[in-house]
């Protein structure tokens, strides 16, 4: 099994059969800077061994990882809290709500779409125009815009 881990270690792919092995790259990948984790890991890591050169996806050693992982274990079990949260549709993310009324390119959901739409529409610009400046297009837009 050299270059693989068991899928117990490594996250669960949806192609991919319980307990299949993952490669190691499809693993590092997993273990970057996208990872939810990375920022903790990596002040670990520079806190507890400076010199480490060898990091995974280039954030954290693996004892680090693992460190960073296991204390976010605790934390859910400790408090009870649902291991994978739950997203609430209608909630809004006022900043980045604010980043694309400014014009930047953000990812927003449908309720912070409506939530710029109508900032938008308040500072006096024409549906056409916020649809432009928030990048929308087709049929959502249009459904958006006529809500």
Known sequence: MHGQVSGACAPAHEDQTPGAAVPV???LAY???EHPLASVAR???RLEHPRTRRR???VACGRCWEQAIR???RVVVELGLPAEPV???ELVDEVAVDRACAGEAVRLSKAERRAALLRLA???LSSAEAVALLA???SSAEGEVAA
């Open 136 to 138: 929308m297009r087709g």
């Open 87 to 89: 997203a609430d549709p």
């Open 122 to 124: 308040g500072r006096g």
């Open 31 to 33: 273990l970057g800077e």
């Open 43 to 45: 002040d670990r890591c």
């Open 25 to 27: 790259r499809s693993r």
């Open 56 to 58: 995974m996806g280039g």
């Open 71 to 73: 204390a976010d274990e």
